[in-house]
């Protein structure tokens, strides 16, 4: 117990306080403009930002995944909200939702994110990064209308839209950009090295607040106007709602949107947990039953406190990780900081510009969605490369789930496509008084046999020698390789001398970091 609190406190001095700050500061603007797109009072989102921190990664096993409102769910969240007709109401739902994600962890149902193939969540990735990028054009310029972006993919290749926001372009806004998104390229420099135990988002955002108070003294042209700052209304927490529990049995309603909440909020965090965990350096794997039990655990909670539904959500699981974050103690920092600024602190929130956060972003939009990563998935062939690009483009024309939806058959059109056959041998001997095994692959092997062959090598007893022929295989998946090359990293750590026939290591590609 004492080395594990060791263990925390030193990667938390050392990486995770720096990371829990830099995601607090993406995490405070878009708590809030979930709570306002999904037609909720504003303290939700806050709230449901700090319930994620705080309760749902001190039960979660992630080391890097960050849970708060999702922008995935603000559809679903605001119909349910109008068609309930009473945010009392609806809270209910919302604690139904939790208590389904809370069964589907106990009955064990989590590792059905395994059979996601990995062409598809890296598209899934890639999508997030260019709407993030997107989403956050508007802001950067300063223009203040919050439904910019209003039919997805027309949008975004629409010169009419591009007209209209050169027409709303507020030069203070412009400027502050500019200068966070040159000082965050700047401080990712090797000179920038003395400076790294200071996250960068800090600096973007001390910087705006000098220019933004330096534009007000100066009774300058370029002052932002009050709609192009943060704003947190003093008193925030002193209008909570709670569920009206006289009311969870008069209406069908509550409970089908409950359960649909439920599953999609699952899905969503299976999702990002498996994109996240790719995003990992050290390749830890999530255990993704707890996290359905924590995440049910912190939604039976936001229902019960007032708060809209959360999920994992890779937008702050990427900023988490682009911050260098070792532990789930940068996360817990994350929800920490949520509460107390918000408490203590509103009226310097207040002067932050969304300028600089929307940088932050941009950023991190773009680091989820490399040229790099485009043309590593080129080159690995069209079986992976169009699962690729398709996930991308439907996420784009519609949304989320129905991307990864449509990814995944199409990536199942292929398995099909190429015959195939789940099969491999295991034989395990004693040679000179060492335990070794062999794992036989034969035939064709696809993403399919993933979840059966990650539990396999788990098993593998440190101090062992280890063979996986792979020499009579017609077919190996992309998958099964990228698994195979990620365990030889766990093999040096658990002394397993371990020999490859037939199988080629490929690199494993991480989005953010490649």
């Given at each position: 117990?004492?080395?594990?609190?060791?263990?925390?406190?030193?990667?938390?001095?050392?990486?995770?306080?720096?990371?829990?700050?830099?995601?607090?500061?993406?995490?405070?603007?878009?708590?809030?403009?979930?709570?306002?797109?999904?037609?909720?009072?504003?303290?939700?989102?806050?709230?449901?930002?700090?319930?994620?921190?705080?309760?749902?990664?001190?039960?979660?096993?992630?080391?890097?995944?960050?849970?708060?409102?999702?922008?995935?769910?603000?559809?679903?969240?605001?119909?349910?909200?109008?068609?309930?007709?009473?945010?009392?109401?609806?809270?209910?739902?919302?604690?139904?939702?939790?208590?389904?994600?809370?069964?589907?962890?106990?009955?064990?149902?989590?590792?059905?994110?395994?059979?996601?193939?990995?062409?598809v969540i890296k598209g899934m990735l890639a999508a997030i990064g260019i709407m993030l990028?997107?989403?956050?054009?508007?802001?950067?310029?300063?223009?203040?209308?919050?439904?910019?972006?209003?039919?997805?993919?027309?949008?975004?290749?629409?010169?009419?839209?591009?007209?209209?926001?050169?027409?709303?372009?507020?030069?203070?806004?412009?400027?502050?950009?500019?200068?966070?998104?040159?000082?965050?390229?700047?401080?990712?420099?090797?000179?920038?090295?003395?400076?790294?135990?200071?996250?960068?988002?800090?600096?973007?955002?001390?910087?705006?607040?000098?220019?933004?108070?330096?534009?007000?003294?100066?009774?300058?042209?370029?002052?932002?106007?009050?709609?192009?700052?943060?704003?947190?209304?003093?008193?925030?927490?002193?209008?909570?709602?709670?569920?009206?529990?006289?009311?969870?049995?008069?209406?069908?309603?509550?409970?089908?949107?409950?359960?649909?909440?439920?599953?999609?909020?699952?899905?969503?965090?299976?999702?990002?947990?498996?994109?996240?965990?790719?995003?990992?350096?050290?390749?830890?794997?999530?255990?993704?039953?707890?996290?359905?039990?924590?995440?049910?655990?912190?939604?039976?909670?936001?229902?019960?406190?007032?708060?809209?539904?959360?999920?994992?959500?890779?937008?702050?699981?990427?900023?988490?990780?682009?911050?260098?974050?070792?532990?789930?103690?940068?996360?817990?920092t994350h929800g920490v900081l949520l509460l107390l600024a918000v408490l203590l602190i509103?009226?310097?929130?207040?002067?932050?510009?969304?300028?600089?956060?929307?940088?932050?972003?941009?950023?991190?939009?773009?680091?989820?969605?490399?040229?790099?990563?485009?043309?590593?998935?080129?080159?690995?062939?069209?079986?992976?490369?169009?699962?690729?690009?398709?996930?991308?483009?439907?996420?784009?024309?519609?949304?989320?789930?129905?991307?990864?939806?449509?990814?995944?058959?199409?990536?199942?059109?292929?398995?099909?496509?190429?015959?195939?056959?789940?099969?491999?041998?295991?034989?395990?001997?004693?040679?000179?008084?060492?335990?070794?095994?062999?794992?036989?692959?034969?035939?064709?092997?696809?993403?399919?046999?993933?979840?059966?062959l990650k539990k396999t090598l788990d098993e593998v007893s440190p101090y062992t020698a280890?063979?996986?022929?792979?020499?009579?295989?017609?077919?190996?998946?992309?998958?099964?390789?990228?698994?195979?090359?990620?365990?030889?990293?766990?093999?040096?750590?658990?002394?397993?001398?371990?020999?490859?026939?037939?199988?080629?290591?490929?690199?494993?590609?991480?989005?953010?970091?490649?």
């Amino acid at each position: 117990m004492k080395r594990t609190f060791k263990y925390y406190r030193i990667m938390w001095l050392r990486h995770d306080l720096a990371a829990g700050l830099a995601v607090f500061l993406v995490a405070l603007p878009l708590c809030l403009g979930i709570a306002l797109a999904s037609g909720a009072p504003l303290y939700a989102g806050l709230l449901s930002g700090i319930i994620g921190g705080i309760m749902v990664a001190s039960i979660s096993a992630s080391p890097l995944a960050v849970s708060g409102p999702a922008a995935g769910l603000t559809t679903v969240v605001a119909g349910s909200i109008i068609t309930l007709g009473n945010y009392h109401v609806f809270l209910l739902a919302v604690i139904i939702a939790g208590a389904f994600q809370l069964l589907l962890g106990l009955l064990k149902l989590g590792s059905i994110a395994n059979y996601f193939p990995s062409a598809v969540i890296k598209g899934m990735l890639a999508a997030i990064g260019i709407m993030l990028i997107a989403k956050q054009l508007p802001l950067s310029i300063g223009y203040d209308q919050p439904d910019f972006w209003t039919s997805g993919l027309h949008d975004l290749f629409s010169p009419k839209k591009y007209q209209a926001l050169t027409q709303h372009i507020s030069k203070g806004s412009l400027i502050i950009t500019l200068f966070s998104l040159a000082l965050l390229v700047l401080l990712q420099r090797p000179f920038a090295k003395k400076l790294a135990n200071t996250p960068a988002p800090l600096f973007v955002v001390a910087t705006g607040i000098v220019f933004s108070v330096i534009f007000i003294n100066t009774n300058s042209v370029l002052t932002l106007k009050p709609d192009q700052l943060v704003n947190i209304p003093a008193g925030l927490f002193s209008n909570i709602s709670f569920p009206a529990f006289d009311q969870l049995f008069s209406n069908t309603q509550i409970w089908k949107d409950g359960v649909v909440i439920g599953l999609l909020a699952s899905l969503e965090t299976l999702l990002c947990i498996e994109a996240v965990d790719k995003l990992d350096k050290h390749n830890r794997i999530t255990p993704v039953n707890r996290e359905l039990i924590a995440q049910g655990i912190g939604n039976i909670t936001c229902g019960l406190l007032g708060a809209i539904p959360l999920t994992a959500v890779v937008v702050r699981g990427a900023a988490n990780v682009d911050a260098g974050a070792r532990t789930k103690t940068a996360a817990i920092t994350h929800g920490v900081l949520l509460l107390l600024a918000v408490l203590l602190i509103p009226f310097i929130l207040n002067l932050i510009p969304f300028a600089s956060l929307s940088a932050i972003l941009l950023v991190t939009g773009y680091n989820l969605t490399k040229p790099k990563l485009y043309k590593n998935m080129f080159s690995l062939g069209w079986k992976q490369f169009l699962p690729f690009v398709l996930t991308i483009i439907v996420i784009l024309a519609t949304d989320l789930l129905i991307g990864v939806s449509i990814g995944l058959l199409f990536s199942i059109y292929f398995i099909i496509q190429n015959n195939f056959r789940a099969e491999y041998r295991i034989t395990r001997t004693v040679i000179h008084g060492i335990e070794t095994e062999l794992i036989k692959l034969n035939s064709n092997v696809t993403f399919l046999n993933k979840v059966k062959l990650k539990k396999t090598l788990d098993e593998v007893s440190p101090y062992t020698a280890l063979t996986i022929d792979g020499s009579n295989c017609n077919f190996i998946d992309y998958d099964i390789l990228e698994t195979i090359s990620e365990f030889t990293t766990k093999a040096k750590d658990r002394h397993i001398e371990l020999h490859l026939i037939g199988i080629k290591a490929v690199e494993v590609a991480h989005s953010l970091h490649a």
